[in-house]
């Protein structure tokens, strides 16, 4: 069991009204074997709830609002009545004051909001090793292979469960030193590049911002690639409005003769479609079938030896054939980080806002037939949110199991789907057992929900949150008695675990190599993976075996051939 000290959680000490204070409360976390099937090896870090006070300065919007009206309608996981009584009660604070719920919110208020915070468990390494598996170190610059589930640095419903603070957790002269280099999302897996510093951390920001490096993503697509190109993009039709071929697009816009004049559509002259080429994008004369019928392995396409720009030496090989696309990106929704790809010209700006170009290109490695996948080789250009996921979307050919974007949780893996099922139905009965301990209502969690990731409802705050605060009861109680995420789930280690089977694990999206400041960084190969490297491991699991491409892939990493 890893126990944090209580002088790393200075953070959550906040002074309420009446004279109370929480004070600085140890955070107890703990790593947890699953253990659900035979020779399971996944672990998973589990923080037990704490309380927590949530603080934010007023935004602009904000002022002149009542504080009830800016929190039933900016915050959305619990109803206005829970609101309303936590104003009156002191949970929530303006500037360090209880106030009424119709309190006008001033420029440069203070909002705080004391809860019993619940965070999502989150996938680590595997046993039998380190908790987070460090691929380099250099003197001011550190690399991790992420595991999926688990988010860079807090955000959302994370916190403790981050990848900075597990490693505070396992090198403590780390803490508070790690500075994020590049973005990864939570549910991909792979390389990440921390930097010990401010200095090293803007140094190879930059680098990255002015695509000075070269970044390469493993994904795993439904369907063989790229085949429904054809019918679900817009391919580029090369050589017939320029007088030489050249590179069609360049950061997702157009180049040479195909620049267009003022663009009034919220597209903004950014390029949409594909063609395939060589590393550098100048076209050649592939076809989609070709490119779906070529046997390369991943160093095919990463060896030193490869053409990758323009300016390489000519007498060198050439590349092998890339599908590249060009298909603008957009942030639809920020607040729940949802995004869009494909054809704005016929919106104006005002609505869609906020379009860019984007460019990525694909390389295929090979198809397996059992589960309808294909491995593919994603080195995007630009550095959109989503992008990968959003151009393979567009491409017809969706990660197999983001289903934010076109794919099934599950896909191919019908060990977690009946294992997410049968989480489900466990924690329905362990909920109509607790209804039935308390006298509460049966039926309180909405369907699907787990403690946390469904805002709570009438029913719950009027069971468990409209309890009156005792007469000699700390606030660090109160909130949690009161708690409606302890009551609808709980807190403990087993229910942490069913949550955390029942839904999504990630998705096979891996960055795999960055190739930036002068160093060359690399992860180890998913547990998903099939295919070869160069020379190395032939074509695994033809039967598509998910179990027996995991034990070839666990050989190849253990011998190094990975890595």
């Known amino acids: ?74 915050f959305g996981s619990y109803p206005e009545s829970y609101y309303r009584r936590s104003i009156v009660e002191g949970r929530i604070l303006v500037s360090g004051r209880r106030v009424s719920p119709q309190h ?26 380190p908790v987070i598996v460090i691929t380099s170190e250099k003197d001011d610059v550190i690399s991790v292979d992420k595991p999926s589930t688990l988010p860079v640095h807090p955000c959302g419903g994370y916190h403790h469960n981050s990848l900075f603070e597990v490693m505070g957790d396992i090198l403590p002269r780390l803490r508070g030193s790690l500075h994020t280099v590049h973005r990864l999302d939570r549910l991909t897996s792979g390389l990440t590049i921390v930097a010990k510093n401010k200095v090293a951390a803007s140094r190879l920001a930059k680098e990255i911002s002015d695509r000075r490096c070269e970044k390469y993503y493993l994904a795993r697509v439904r369907g063989r690639f790229p085949l429904e190109a054809d019918a679900k993009g817009k391919r580029v039709v090369v050589g017939t409005d320029v007088d030489v071929p050249c590179v069609p697009c360049v950061l997702g816009e157009w180049t040479g003769d195909r620049k267009k004049g003022e663009d009034k559509s919220a597209m903004k002259g950014a390029a949409l479609g594909f063609w395939i080429g060589n590393a550098s994008g100048e076209p050649s004369d592939v076809s989609l079938a070709d490119l779906a019928g070529s046997n390369l392995g991943i160093d095919d396409y990463l060896s030193p030896d490869t053409v990758v720009d323009s300016t390489a030496d000519p007498s060198a090989p050439p590349s092998p054939p ?40 694909f390389a295929f490695l090979c198809y397996d037939a059992a589960t309808d996948t294909s491995m593919v080789l994603c080195r995007p250009q630009t550095g959109r949110t989503h992008q990968i996921r959003l151009h393979l979307q567009h491409l017809g050919h969706s990660i197999a199991n983001d289903h934010n974007y076109g794919g099934t949780a599950f896909h191919g893996d019908p060990e977690a789907a009946a294992e997410a099922a049968a989480a489900e139905k466990e924690m329905d009965a362990l909920d109509r057992a607790a209804a039935a301990d308390s006298g509460r209502e049966v039926g309180c969690r909405p369907v699907g929900a787990t403690s946390t990731d469904g805002p709570a409802t009438e029913t719950e705050v009027g069971t468990a949150g409209a309890l009156p605060r005792g007469d000699n009861e700390s606030m660090v109680e109160f909130v949690q008695r009161t708690c409606v995420w302890c009551a609808r789930g709980g807190g403990d280690r087993e229910r942490a675990v069913l949550e955390f089977l029942s839904r999504s694990r990630g998705c096979w999206l891996h960055c795999y190599m960055y190739k930036v400041g002068g160093g060359v960084y690399r992860a180890g190969l998913p547990e998903w993976f099939f295919g070869r490297k160069k020379g190395g491991v032939g074509t695994v699991a033809a039967n598509g075996n ?18």
Do not use: M, N
């Open 104 to 129: 006008v919110i001033r420029s440069g208020d203070e909002l705080t909001h004391t809860v019993h915070r619940h965070e999502p468990a989150a996938a680590v390494a595997p046993a039998s090793g």
């Open 1 to 74: 069991r890893l126990l944090r000290p209580s002088g790393s959680c200075e953070g959550i000490v906040s002074v309420l009204g009446g004279g109370d204070a929480i004070a600085a409360v140890p955070v107890d976390a703990e790593i947890v074997s699953l253990s659900r099937r035979p020779g399971d090896i996944r672990r998973i870090r589990i923080v037990r709830p704490y309380p927590h006070s949530f603080r934010t300065f007023a935004k602009g919007r904000w002022v002149g609002r009542t504080v009830l009206d800016v929190y039933t309608a900016e």
């Open 322 to 361: 890339w599908l590249h696309l060009a298909c603008p990106c957009r942030i639809a929704e920020h607040k729940r980080g949802v995004c869009e790809a494909g054809d704005f010209s016929s919106r104006v700006p005002s609505e869609a806002p906020g379009v860019r170009p984007a460019q990525t290109s």
């Open 546 to 563: 998910l179990a027996a491409q995991r034990k070839v892939v666990s050989k190849v990493i253990a011998s190094g051939e990975g890595l």
